[in-house]
Protein backbone atom coordinates (compact mmCIF):
# COMPACT_ATOMS: atom_id res chain seq x y z
CA UNK A 1 0.00 0.00 0.00
CA UNK A 2 1.23 3.36 -0.79
CA UNK A 3 0.67 4.31 2.70
CA UNK A 4 2.79 2.14 4.43
CA UNK A 5 5.62 2.81 2.28
CA UNK A 6 4.98 6.31 3.19
CA UNK A 7 5.96 5.28 6.60
CA UNK A 8 9.26 4.34 5.44
CA UNK A 9 11.11 7.53 6.34
CA UNK A 10 14.63 8.93 6.87
CA UNK A 11 15.49 9.28 10.99
CA UNK A 12 15.28 13.07 11.73
CA UNK A 13 15.10 13.25 14.80
CA UNK A 14 16.05 14.30 18.36
CA UNK A 15 18.34 16.53 20.97
CA UNK A 16 17.87 17.75 24.12
CA UNK A 17 16.84 21.56 24.49
CA UNK A 18 20.23 22.27 26.08
CA UNK A 19 22.33 21.55 23.31
CA UNK A 20 23.57 24.36 21.58
CA UNK A 21 22.65 23.53 18.19
CA UNK A 22 21.13 24.51 15.36
CA UNK A 23 19.95 26.58 11.90
CA UNK A 24 19.61 29.91 11.76
CA UNK A 25 18.12 31.92 8.48
CA UNK A 26 19.45 35.13 7.62
CA UNK A 27 17.42 35.71 4.74
CA UNK A 28 14.70 36.77 5.34
CA UNK A 29 15.11 37.21 8.56
CA UNK A 30 14.70 34.54 10.96
CA UNK A 31 12.73 34.91 14.44
CA UNK A 32 13.88 31.85 16.08
CA UNK A 33 11.15 32.40 18.25
CA UNK A 34 11.96 36.23 19.09
CA UNK A 35 9.22 38.88 18.45
CA UNK A 36 10.06 42.54 20.11
CA UNK A 37 12.15 41.62 23.65
CA UNK A 38 15.11 43.31 23.95
CA UNK A 39 17.18 41.07 26.36
CA UNK A 40 20.44 39.28 24.46
CA UNK A 41 18.10 35.73 24.88
CA UNK A 42 14.82 35.74 23.50
CA UNK A 43 12.26 35.27 25.94
CA UNK A 44 10.13 32.17 25.02
CA UNK A 45 11.65 29.15 22.98
CA UNK A 46 8.16 27.77 23.03
CA UNK A 47 6.34 30.82 21.47
CA UNK A 48 5.77 29.66 17.96
CA UNK A 49 7.55 26.80 17.24
CA UNK A 50 10.31 24.18 18.62
CA UNK A 51 13.56 25.58 17.09
CA UNK A 52 16.25 23.45 19.45
CA UNK A 53 18.31 26.36 18.41
CA UNK A 54 20.34 28.56 20.63
CA UNK A 55 18.62 30.78 23.06
CA UNK A 56 20.58 33.98 21.75
CA UNK A 57 19.39 33.51 18.07
CA UNK A 58 17.72 35.15 15.75
CA UNK A 59 16.59 38.80 14.56
CA UNK A 60 13.73 40.52 16.17
CA UNK A 61 10.81 41.83 14.41
CA UNK A 62 10.22 44.51 12.15
CA UNK A 63 7.69 45.81 9.96
CA UNK A 64 6.42 42.96 7.64
CA UNK A 65 7.68 42.64 4.32
CA UNK A 66 5.92 41.87 1.14
CA UNK A 67 7.51 40.63 -2.17
CA UNK A 68 5.86 40.33 -5.87
CA UNK A 69 4.78 36.83 -7.12
CA UNK A 70 6.91 35.15 -8.94
CA UNK A 71 9.93 37.03 -8.03
CA UNK A 72 13.16 35.33 -6.58
CA UNK A 73 14.31 35.74 -2.75
CA UNK A 74 17.58 34.34 -1.69
CA UNK A 75 17.09 32.38 1.22
CA UNK A 76 20.03 32.51 3.48
CA UNK A 77 21.37 30.15 6.32
CA UNK A 78 23.81 28.98 8.44
CA UNK A 79 23.80 25.06 9.80
CA UNK A 80 26.02 24.11 12.53
CA UNK A 81 26.77 20.45 11.73
CA UNK A 82 27.82 20.92 8.27
CA UNK A 83 26.07 19.37 5.15
CA UNK A 84 27.32 17.63 1.82
CA UNK A 85 30.75 17.12 3.38
CA UNK A 86 30.78 12.85 4.16
CA UNK A 87 30.67 13.88 8.13
CA UNK A 88 26.75 13.87 8.79
CA UNK A 89 23.89 12.55 6.81
CA UNK A 90 21.69 15.57 6.06
CA UNK A 91 19.28 17.39 4.22
CA UNK A 92 17.75 20.99 4.36
CA UNK A 93 13.72 21.04 4.19
CA UNK A 94 12.49 24.77 2.85
CA UNK A 95 8.61 25.00 3.21
CA UNK A 96 6.19 27.94 3.28
CA UNK A 97 2.27 28.08 4.41
CA UNK A 98 0.23 31.50 3.87
CA UNK A 99 -3.74 32.36 4.87
CA UNK A 100 -6.22 34.87 2.92
CA UNK A 101 -6.55 37.36 5.89
CA UNK A 102 -10.03 38.22 4.31
CA UNK A 103 -11.44 34.79 4.54
CA UNK A 104 -9.48 32.69 7.77
CA UNK A 105 -10.86 32.32 10.76
CA UNK A 106 -9.43 33.61 14.03
CA UNK A 107 -8.36 29.80 14.57
CA UNK A 108 -6.36 29.75 11.30
CA UNK A 109 -4.64 33.08 10.66
CA UNK A 110 -1.33 33.44 10.78
CA UNK A 111 0.35 36.41 12.67
CA UNK A 112 2.99 37.18 14.54
CA UNK A 113 1.42 38.60 17.73
CA UNK A 114 2.39 41.57 19.85
CA UNK A 115 3.85 39.46 23.12
CA UNK A 116 6.38 36.76 23.60
CA UNK A 117 4.00 34.04 25.30
CA UNK A 118 2.54 31.14 23.78
CA UNK A 119 -0.93 31.07 22.74
CA UNK A 120 -3.77 28.98 24.51
CA UNK A 121 -7.12 28.02 22.97
CA UNK A 122 -8.43 30.83 24.99
CA UNK A 123 -6.23 33.45 23.12
CA UNK A 124 -6.96 32.95 19.70
CA UNK A 125 -9.12 35.74 19.30
CA UNK A 126 -7.79 38.60 21.94
CA UNK A 127 -6.39 41.34 20.18
CA UNK A 128 -3.55 43.58 21.75
CA UNK A 129 -5.68 46.62 22.55
CA UNK A 130 -9.37 47.09 21.81
CA UNK A 131 -8.17 50.18 19.85
CA UNK A 132 -6.80 47.62 16.90
CA UNK A 133 -7.16 44.23 15.54
CA UNK A 134 -3.77 43.46 16.12
CA UNK A 135 -3.63 39.93 17.45
CA UNK A 136 -1.93 39.71 20.84
CA UNK A 137 -0.46 36.02 20.66
CA UNK A 138 1.41 34.91 17.55
CA UNK A 139 0.56 31.85 15.70
CA UNK A 140 1.49 30.19 12.10
CA UNK A 141 0.04 26.50 12.37
CA UNK A 142 -3.63 26.77 12.64
CA UNK A 143 -5.55 25.42 16.35
CA UNK A 144 -7.53 22.96 14.32
CA UNK A 145 -3.96 21.36 13.00
CA UNK A 146 -3.20 21.24 16.57
CA UNK A 147 -6.24 19.25 17.50
CA UNK A 148 -5.85 16.40 14.86
CA UNK A 149 -1.96 16.11 16.19
CA UNK A 150 -2.70 15.84 19.91
CA UNK A 151 -6.05 13.40 19.04
CA UNK A 152 -3.67 10.86 16.58
CA UNK A 153 -1.47 8.08 17.32
CA UNK A 154 2.10 8.32 16.97
CA UNK A 155 3.49 6.09 14.66
CA UNK A 156 5.12 3.33 16.74
CA UNK A 157 6.86 1.78 13.98
CA UNK A 158 9.63 4.87 14.99
CA UNK A 159 13.09 4.23 16.43
CA UNK A 160 12.63 5.92 19.93
CA UNK A 161 16.09 4.41 21.97
CA UNK A 162 15.46 4.07 25.26
CA UNK A 163 13.07 6.58 25.95
CA UNK A 164 8.91 5.91 26.96
CA UNK A 165 7.50 7.83 24.64
CA UNK A 166 3.47 8.62 25.20
CA UNK A 167 0.90 7.39 22.34
CA UNK A 168 -0.02 10.97 20.64
CA UNK A 169 1.78 12.68 17.74
CA UNK A 170 2.38 15.69 20.07
CA UNK A 171 5.20 13.30 21.54
CA UNK A 172 8.39 12.64 20.30
CA UNK A 173 12.46 11.69 20.57
CA UNK A 174 12.68 14.98 20.58
CA UNK A 175 10.09 16.59 22.63
CA UNK A 176 9.19 14.02 24.85
CA UNK A 177 7.13 16.03 27.38
CA UNK A 178 3.88 17.10 25.36
CA UNK A 179 4.77 21.14 25.62
CA UNK A 180 2.87 22.79 23.06
CA UNK A 181 5.59 25.50 20.62
CA UNK A 182 2.75 27.29 19.24
CA UNK A 183 0.59 25.23 17.86
CA UNK A 184 3.25 22.68 16.02
CA UNK A 185 3.01 19.39 15.92
CA UNK A 186 6.08 18.06 17.29
CA UNK A 187 5.95 14.61 15.13
CA UNK A 188 5.68 16.16 11.58
CA UNK A 189 8.28 18.55 12.63
CA UNK A 190 10.30 15.80 13.39
CA UNK A 191 10.09 13.60 10.35
CA UNK A 192 9.97 14.32 6.22
CA UNK A 193 8.30 13.44 4.59
CA UNK A 194 4.97 13.40 6.48
CA UNK A 195 2.63 10.84 6.75
CA UNK A 196 -0.12 12.75 7.60
CA UNK A 197 -1.83 16.16 6.20
CA UNK A 198 0.58 19.03 6.99
CA UNK A 199 -0.31 23.06 5.86
CA UNK A 200 3.49 23.24 5.08
CA UNK A 201 4.52 23.43 1.17
CA UNK A 202 7.20 22.26 0.00
CA UNK A 203 9.63 24.79 -1.83
CA UNK A 204 12.97 22.84 -1.67
CA UNK A 205 14.81 19.76 -0.14
CA UNK A 206 18.50 20.01 0.32
CA UNK A 207 19.91 16.75 0.83
CA UNK A 208 23.91 15.30 0.32
CA UNK A 209 22.14 12.24 -1.22
CA UNK A 210 20.38 13.10 -4.54
CA UNK A 211 19.25 9.11 -4.81
CA UNK A 212 16.10 10.04 -2.60
CA UNK A 213 14.73 12.71 -4.83
CA UNK A 214 12.95 11.09 -6.42
CA UNK A 215 11.65 9.38 -3.47
CA UNK A 216 11.29 12.90 -1.64
CA UNK A 217 9.33 14.42 -4.79
CA UNK A 218 6.84 12.25 -4.65
CA UNK A 219 5.87 12.10 -1.38
CA UNK A 220 5.55 15.38 -1.17
CA UNK A 221 2.30 16.72 -0.13
CA UNK A 222 2.37 19.19 -3.30
CA UNK A 223 1.74 16.39 -5.53
CA UNK A 224 0.60 13.29 -3.20
CA UNK A 225 -2.48 13.66 -1.29
CA UNK A 226 -1.95 12.83 2.66
CA UNK A 227 -5.39 10.68 4.56
CA UNK A 228 -6.15 10.54 8.13
CA UNK A 229 -8.96 8.71 10.63
CA UNK A 230 -11.88 11.21 11.00
CA UNK A 231 -13.05 9.38 14.43
CA UNK A 232 -16.84 9.41 15.17
CA UNK A 233 -17.84 11.98 17.84
CA UNK A 234 -18.34 8.99 20.31
CA UNK A 235 -14.62 8.64 20.28
CA UNK A 236 -13.05 11.57 20.68
CA UNK A 237 -11.03 10.60 23.82
CA UNK A 238 -9.38 7.50 21.69
CA UNK A 239 -6.03 8.52 19.70
CA UNK A 240 -6.93 8.01 16.14
CA UNK A 241 -5.23 5.15 14.17
CA UNK A 242 -2.90 6.05 11.56
CA UNK A 243 -3.57 2.52 9.83
CA UNK A 244 -7.06 2.44 7.72
CA UNK A 245 -7.87 -0.75 8.75
CA UNK A 246 -7.56 -0.03 12.67
CA UNK A 247 -9.49 3.49 11.73
CA UNK A 248 -12.49 1.62 10.64
CA UNK A 249 -12.11 -0.43 13.33
CA UNK A 250 -12.73 2.09 15.67
CA UNK A 251 -15.64 3.79 13.92
CA UNK A 252 -13.43 5.98 12.15
CA UNK A 253 -13.60 7.11 8.81
CA UNK A 254 -10.60 7.14 6.56
CA UNK A 255 -10.52 10.86 5.14
CA UNK A 256 -8.20 11.98 1.87
CA UNK A 257 -6.98 15.54 1.90
CA UNK A 258 -5.65 16.45 -1.67
CA UNK A 259 -2.25 17.63 -2.51
CA UNK A 260 -1.39 21.04 -2.85
CA UNK A 261 -1.30 20.54 -6.39
CA UNK A 262 1.52 23.25 -7.12
CA UNK A 263 4.24 20.97 -7.91
CA UNK A 264 6.65 18.78 -7.15
CA UNK A 265 9.26 20.87 -5.06
CA UNK A 266 12.82 20.98 -6.66
CA UNK A 267 15.67 18.45 -5.16
CA UNK A 268 19.34 19.77 -5.10
CA UNK A 269 22.86 18.69 -4.01
CA UNK A 270 23.61 20.17 -0.61
CA UNK A 271 26.94 22.47 -0.83
CA UNK A 272 29.99 21.72 1.40
CA UNK A 273 29.61 23.43 4.74
CA UNK A 274 32.01 22.87 7.43
CA UNK A 275 30.80 20.81 10.57
CA UNK A 276 31.10 22.41 14.30
CA UNK A 277 30.94 26.04 12.12
CA UNK A 278 27.80 28.20 11.90
CA UNK A 279 29.72 28.95 7.99
CA UNK A 280 29.95 29.49 4.67
CA UNK A 281 29.86 26.91 1.84
CA UNK A 282 33.31 25.73 0.03
CA UNK A 283 32.56 27.07 -3.41
CA UNK A 284 32.27 30.87 -3.22
CA UNK A 285 32.23 31.85 0.83
CA UNK A 286 28.76 32.76 0.93
CA UNK A 287 26.06 31.83 3.49
CA UNK A 288 24.29 28.70 2.08
CA UNK A 289 21.73 30.19 0.06
CA UNK A 290 18.58 28.92 -2.29
CA UNK A 291 16.88 30.99 -4.65
CA UNK A 292 12.94 30.88 -4.26
CA UNK A 293 10.92 31.56 -7.04
CA UNK A 294 7.75 32.72 -5.10
CA UNK A 295 4.36 31.26 -5.85
CA UNK A 296 1.59 33.22 -7.66
CA UNK A 297 -1.69 33.70 -7.66
CA UNK A 298 -2.72 30.26 -9.09
CA UNK A 299 -1.22 28.52 -6.45
CA UNK A 300 -2.22 31.32 -3.41
CA UNK A 301 -5.05 32.88 -4.56
CA UNK A 302 -5.09 35.68 -1.98
CA UNK A 303 -2.03 36.78 -3.55
CA UNK A 304 -4.32 38.21 -6.36
CA UNK A 305 -6.09 40.04 -3.40
CA UNK A 306 -3.41 41.55 -1.56
CA UNK A 307 -4.41 39.92 1.78
CA UNK A 308 -1.68 36.80 2.02
CA UNK A 309 -0.46 36.13 5.79
CA UNK A 310 2.56 33.98 4.91
CA UNK A 311 5.74 32.20 6.76
CA UNK A 312 8.66 30.28 5.93
CA UNK A 313 10.30 27.91 7.50
CA UNK A 314 13.78 25.55 6.88
CA UNK A 315 14.73 22.56 8.84
CA UNK A 316 17.79 21.02 9.26
CA UNK A 317 18.26 17.41 9.50
CA UNK A 318 21.28 15.34 10.35
CA UNK A 319 22.00 11.63 11.16
CA UNK A 320 24.92 9.47 11.36
CA UNK A 321 25.60 6.03 9.21
CA UNK A 322 25.41 4.24 12.85
CA UNK A 323 22.00 3.97 12.44
CA UNK A 324 19.79 3.23 8.86
CA UNK A 325 16.43 5.36 8.63
CA UNK A 326 15.48 4.28 5.07
CA UNK A 327 15.60 1.14 2.69
CA UNK A 328 16.67 -2.15 3.81
CA UNK A 329 18.28 -1.83 6.96
CA UNK A 330 15.72 0.67 7.78
CA UNK A 331 15.98 0.69 11.76
CA UNK A 332 12.31 0.69 13.85
CA UNK A 333 11.34 0.07 16.97
CA UNK A 334 12.64 -2.83 17.40
CA UNK A 335 15.95 -1.08 17.74
CA UNK A 336 14.68 -0.25 21.26
CA UNK A 337 15.53 -3.51 22.95
CA UNK A 338 18.81 -3.16 26.04
CA UNK A 339 21.47 -4.31 23.04
CA UNK A 340 23.39 -2.29 20.84
CA UNK A 341 25.17 0.84 21.61
CA UNK A 342 22.45 3.00 19.67
CA UNK A 343 20.41 2.18 22.79
CA UNK A 344 23.07 2.72 25.79
CA UNK A 345 24.10 6.43 26.91
CA UNK A 346 28.02 6.62 27.21
CA UNK A 347 28.71 3.34 25.85
CA UNK A 348 31.92 1.19 26.74
CA UNK A 349 33.21 -0.71 23.24
CA UNK A 350 36.44 -2.48 22.97
CA UNK A 351 39.43 -1.31 21.10
CA UNK A 352 42.22 -3.26 20.80
CA UNK A 353 41.60 -5.06 23.49
CA UNK A 354 40.82 -2.25 26.00
CA UNK A 355 37.18 -0.51 26.67
CA UNK A 356 36.94 2.71 25.76
CA UNK A 357 33.87 5.46 26.71
CA UNK A 358 32.40 6.78 23.79
CA UNK A 359 30.65 10.33 24.35
CA UNK A 360 27.38 9.44 22.50
CA UNK A 361 23.49 10.36 23.25
CA UNK A 362 21.58 7.43 21.75
CA UNK A 363 18.56 10.30 21.76
CA UNK A 364 21.13 12.38 19.50
CA UNK A 365 21.67 10.26 16.49
CA UNK A 366 19.14 11.87 14.33
CA UNK A 367 18.76 15.95 15.25
CA UNK A 368 16.14 18.32 13.87
CA UNK A 369 16.75 21.98 13.91
CA UNK A 370 14.69 24.78 12.49
CA UNK A 371 13.90 28.31 11.95
CA UNK A 372 11.12 30.36 11.17
CA UNK A 373 10.55 34.12 9.32
CA UNK A 374 8.49 36.52 10.62
CA UNK A 375 5.18 36.91 8.75
CA UNK A 376 5.36 38.49 5.39
CA UNK A 377 3.35 39.04 2.25
CA UNK A 378 3.40 38.23 -1.74
CA UNK A 379 1.31 40.07 -3.90
CA UNK A 380 0.24 40.89 -6.96
CA UNK A 381 2.10 42.31 -9.93
CA UNK A 382 0.99 45.55 -11.55
CA UNK A 383 0.48 45.07 -15.27
CA UNK A 384 3.95 46.89 -16.09
CA UNK A 385 5.66 44.16 -14.48
CA UNK A 386 3.97 41.38 -15.69
CA UNK A 387 6.49 39.81 -17.63
CA UNK A 388 9.69 41.08 -15.67
CA UNK A 389 12.11 38.84 -14.20
CA UNK A 390 12.70 40.83 -10.64
CA UNK A 391 15.25 39.97 -8.10
CA UNK A 392 14.44 40.77 -4.27
CA UNK A 393 17.88 42.68 -2.66
CA UNK A 394 17.31 42.82 1.34
CA UNK A 395 19.42 43.50 4.46
CA UNK A 396 20.35 40.92 6.77
CA UNK A 397 22.12 41.26 10.56
CA UNK A 398 20.99 42.89 13.37
CA UNK A 399 23.18 45.27 15.71
CA UNK A 400 26.40 44.77 17.36
CA UNK A 401 29.61 43.36 16.71
CA UNK A 402 30.68 39.99 15.97
CA UNK A 403 30.68 38.58 19.21
CA UNK A 404 27.60 40.20 20.19
CA UNK A 405 25.46 39.63 17.27
CA UNK A 406 26.46 35.87 16.79
CA UNK A 407 24.93 33.49 16.23
CA UNK A 408 22.86 36.58 14.15
CA UNK A 409 25.54 37.78 11.48
CA UNK A 410 26.30 41.37 11.19
CA UNK A 411 24.90 43.62 8.67
CA UNK A 412 25.08 42.81 4.87
CA UNK A 413 23.48 43.66 1.73
CA UNK A 414 21.32 40.03 0.38
CA UNK A 415 22.56 38.83 -1.93
CA UNK A 416 25.97 40.40 -1.56
CA UNK A 417 27.06 39.77 -5.25
CA UNK A 418 24.00 39.95 -7.32
CA UNK A 419 24.37 38.70 -11.44
CA UNK A 420 21.56 39.18 -13.21
CA UNK A 421 20.93 40.11 -17.29
CA UNK A 422 20.10 43.82 -18.76
CA UNK A 423 16.74 44.89 -18.46
CA UNK A 424 15.84 42.55 -15.49
CA UNK A 425 14.90 44.34 -12.20
CA UNK A 426 15.23 44.64 -8.34
CA UNK A 427 13.42 45.34 -6.04
CA UNK A 428 15.33 46.53 -3.08
CA UNK A 429 13.80 46.55 0.06
CA UNK A 430 14.60 45.48 3.88
CA UNK A 431 13.75 45.85 7.48
CA UNK A 432 14.76 45.89 10.80
CA UNK A 433 14.14 46.73 14.61
CA UNK A 434 14.15 49.23 17.40
CA UNK A 435 14.68 45.93 20.00
CA UNK A 436 18.54 45.25 20.22
CA UNK A 437 19.93 45.16 23.11
CA UNK A 438 20.92 48.53 24.41
CA UNK A 439 24.42 48.00 24.95
CA UNK A 440 24.93 46.52 21.83
CA UNK A 441 27.69 48.42 19.63
CA UNK A 442 26.46 50.38 16.71
CA UNK A 443 25.20 53.67 15.38
CA UNK A 444 22.70 56.16 15.89
CA UNK A 445 19.78 55.40 18.70
CA UNK A 446 20.91 52.94 20.45
CA UNK A 447 18.73 49.05 19.71
CA UNK A 448 18.14 50.52 16.10
CA UNK A 449 18.74 49.06 12.93
CA UNK A 450 18.70 50.86 9.79
CA UNK A 451 20.85 50.89 6.86
CA UNK A 452 21.11 52.99 3.29
CA UNK A 453 22.12 52.48 0.18
CA UNK A 454 25.52 54.39 -1.68
CA UNK A 455 27.40 53.62 -4.21
CA UNK A 456 31.10 53.21 -4.48
CA UNK A 457 33.13 53.00 -7.13
CA UNK A 458 34.61 49.54 -5.66
CA UNK A 459 34.52 47.19 -3.23
CA UNK A 460 37.99 48.72 -1.76
CA UNK A 461 36.42 51.95 -1.48
CA UNK A 462 35.03 53.42 1.79
CA UNK A 463 33.97 56.76 0.92
CA UNK A 464 30.60 57.34 -1.78
CA UNK A 465 30.96 58.63 -5.24
CA UNK A 466 30.24 62.08 -5.09
CA UNK A 467 27.41 64.05 -7.57
CA UNK A 468 30.29 64.51 -10.31
CA UNK A 469 32.10 61.28 -10.20
CA UNK A 470 28.65 60.19 -11.17
CA UNK A 471 27.09 60.38 -14.91
CA UNK A 472 24.55 58.09 -16.89
CA UNK A 473 26.99 55.79 -17.81
CA UNK A 474 28.39 54.83 -14.34
CA UNK A 475 25.38 55.42 -11.78
CA UNK A 476 23.27 52.83 -10.25
CA UNK A 477 20.55 55.13 -9.95
CA UNK A 478 20.40 57.59 -12.45
CA UNK A 479 18.45 60.46 -11.43
CA UNK A 480 19.45 62.79 -8.00
CA UNK A 481 15.98 61.88 -6.04
CA UNK A 482 16.42 58.54 -6.28
CA UNK A 483 19.96 58.91 -5.40
CA UNK A 484 19.01 60.79 -2.24
CA UNK A 485 15.91 58.54 -1.32
CA UNK A 486 18.24 55.40 -0.95
CA UNK A 487 20.86 57.51 0.92
CA UNK A 488 18.69 59.22 3.40
CA UNK A 489 15.91 56.43 3.61
CA UNK A 490 13.18 59.75 2.64
CA UNK A 491 13.51 61.37 6.09
CA UNK A 492 11.49 64.03 6.88
CA UNK A 493 11.98 67.34 9.76
CA UNK A 494 15.51 66.78 10.07
CA UNK A 495 17.79 68.94 11.16
CA UNK A 496 21.37 70.47 9.85
CA UNK A 497 24.76 69.59 12.29
CA UNK A 498 24.91 73.11 13.53
CA UNK A 499 21.15 72.95 14.22
CA UNK A 500 21.78 69.38 15.87
CA UNK A 501 24.94 70.71 17.95
CA UNK A 502 23.18 74.40 19.32
CA UNK A 503 20.10 71.73 20.07
CA UNK A 504 21.94 69.00 22.28
CA UNK A 505 24.73 71.91 24.00
CA UNK A 506 27.67 70.78 21.35
CA UNK A 507 27.58 66.78 22.81
CA UNK A 508 28.48 65.00 20.28
CA UNK A 509 27.32 61.81 22.14
CA UNK A 510 23.65 63.33 22.27
CA UNK A 511 23.52 64.43 18.87
CA UNK A 512 24.76 60.75 17.36
CA UNK A 513 21.16 59.68 19.48
CA UNK A 514 19.40 62.94 18.56
CA UNK A 515 15.63 61.36 16.77
CA UNK A 516 16.26 64.71 14.34
CA UNK A 517 19.92 63.23 12.91
CA UNK A 518 18.80 62.23 9.81
CA UNK A 519 22.73 61.70 9.04
CA UNK A 520 22.71 58.86 10.77
CA UNK A 521 19.11 57.54 9.28
CA UNK A 522 18.03 58.14 12.65
CA UNK A 523 14.21 59.19 12.07
CA UNK A 524 13.89 56.61 9.28
CA UNK A 525 11.23 53.76 9.71
CA UNK A 526 12.72 50.43 10.17
CA UNK A 527 11.49 49.25 6.57
CA UNK A 528 12.51 50.64 3.56
CA UNK A 529 11.00 50.05 0.32
CA UNK A 530 12.91 51.30 -2.30
CA UNK A 531 10.38 49.73 -5.06
CA UNK A 532 11.49 48.32 -8.15
CA UNK A 533 13.92 49.36 -10.39
CA UNK A 534 14.98 48.45 -13.92
CA UNK A 535 18.73 47.39 -15.06
CA UNK A 536 18.84 48.44 -18.71
CA UNK A 537 22.62 49.44 -18.61
CA UNK A 538 25.43 46.69 -18.59
CA UNK A 539 27.99 47.55 -16.31
CA UNK A 540 29.55 46.68 -12.41
CA UNK A 541 27.82 48.27 -9.55
CA UNK A 542 29.27 48.77 -5.63
CA UNK A 543 27.51 50.07 -3.10
CA UNK A 544 27.94 50.25 0.98
CA UNK A 545 25.72 51.65 3.95
CA UNK A 546 27.35 54.20 5.55
CA UNK A 547 25.83 53.94 8.51
CA UNK A 548 26.97 50.46 9.11
CA UNK A 549 30.25 50.26 7.39
CA UNK A 550 32.65 50.58 10.05
CA UNK A 551 35.98 50.12 8.61
CA UNK A 552 38.18 47.39 10.33
CA UNK A 553 35.38 46.76 12.85
CA UNK A 554 32.34 45.86 10.08
CA UNK A 555 31.70 45.47 6.29
CA UNK A 556 28.15 46.12 4.68
CA UNK A 557 28.68 46.35 1.06
CA UNK A 558 27.76 44.78 -2.03
CA UNK A 559 27.75 44.12 -5.98
CA UNK A 560 25.54 44.31 -8.90
CA UNK A 561 27.00 43.12 -12.24
CA UNK A 562 24.26 43.13 -14.80
CA UNK A 563 25.37 41.25 -18.01
CA UNK A 564 24.65 41.53 -21.72
CA UNK A 565 21.84 39.24 -22.85
CA UNK A 566 24.60 36.92 -23.98
CA UNK A 567 28.14 36.04 -22.87
CA UNK A 568 30.99 37.22 -25.45
CA UNK A 569 31.56 33.65 -26.22
CA UNK A 570 27.78 32.98 -27.44
CA UNK A 571 28.15 35.87 -29.59
CA UNK A 572 31.25 34.58 -31.34
CA UNK A 573 29.46 31.50 -31.11
CA UNK A 574 26.53 32.80 -33.03
CA UNK A 575 28.40 35.23 -35.27
CA UNK A 576 29.97 32.31 -35.92
CA UNK A 577 27.48 30.30 -36.82
CA UNK A 578 25.81 32.78 -39.16
CA UNK A 579 28.87 32.79 -41.01
CA UNK A 580 29.31 29.31 -41.71
CA UNK A 581 25.76 28.96 -42.63
CA UNK A 582 26.21 32.16 -45.26
CA UNK A 583 29.27 30.36 -46.81
CA UNK A 584 27.16 26.92 -46.64
CA UNK A 585 24.16 28.64 -48.37
CA UNK A 586 26.24 30.41 -50.93
CA UNK A 587 28.30 27.25 -52.01
CA UNK A 588 25.01 25.18 -52.47
CA UNK A 589 23.26 28.18 -54.69
CA UNK A 590 26.71 27.71 -56.43
CA UNK A 591 27.03 23.88 -56.98
CA UNK A 592 23.02 24.22 -57.57
CA UNK A 593 23.23 26.67 -60.43
CA UNK A 594 26.43 25.13 -61.70
CA UNK A 595 24.64 21.44 -62.05
CA UNK A 596 21.47 22.86 -63.96
CA UNK A 597 24.03 25.13 -66.20
CA UNK A 598 26.54 22.80 -67.32
CA UNK A 599 28.24 25.15 -70.02
CA UNK A 600 28.55 28.08 -67.90
CA UNK A 601 31.44 29.44 -66.22
CA UNK A 602 30.01 28.21 -62.64
CA UNK A 603 29.98 24.73 -63.75
CA UNK A 604 33.66 24.87 -64.61
CA UNK A 605 34.43 26.87 -61.29
CA UNK A 606 33.04 24.17 -59.20
CA UNK A 607 34.16 21.47 -61.13
CA UNK A 608 37.97 22.48 -60.44
CA UNK A 609 37.00 22.59 -56.67
CA UNK A 610 38.23 19.40 -54.37
CA UNK A 611 35.00 17.76 -52.73
CA UNK A 612 32.57 19.62 -54.87
CA UNK A 613 32.89 18.04 -58.54
CA UNK A 614 31.17 14.84 -58.13
CA UNK A 615 27.95 17.00 -56.81
CA UNK A 616 27.58 18.50 -60.27
Known amino acids: MRFLSSLIILLIITIYSSVNGDIYMHSPPGSNNRNQEQGQNRDNNQRLFNSQNNDKGGYCRGEALEWYEKSYLPVEWTNQHGCGSGETECNIVIQYMCTDNAKAADTEYIRDGTVTTTISANDITQSSTKETNEYKFG ?53 YPYWAPSPWKDVAIITDNRDLCKWYRSESQNVQPKYYCKAATTNNNQPRSIDPVICANQGGVWTKVDSHDIGAPECIKAEWTQVNTLGHVLEDGHNPMYNWSLPHSGMEPCIATGTCSCVLRVRYNISSSDLKGNGDEFTDYKSNGPKGAT ?54 GKRGNIVQSHPAQEYQFVPKTLHIKVNEYIHYQWTGCDFNPQNYDGTGIKGSDRSNMCQIKTLNHNYPMTDDELNDDNALFADMETRLRFARLGQKSCLTYDELMTKNNNNKDAVEVDPQNCMVLNNAGTRFNGGVQKMSKTGSYYYMSTRNNNFSNRNQKGAIHVDPLLAGWQIGLIASGCSLFVIISATAGCVTFARFHPHSGMHRAVSKVPGLKRLV
Open 343 to 396: NVNDPNVVVAGQNVTLNINPNQYGRTFQDRSHVFSIIARPDSLKKAKIWNLLVK
Open 139 to 191: MHESYHHYQNCTGRERNKGLFIANQNIGNNADRTRQSNNGNNYGYECQEERDY
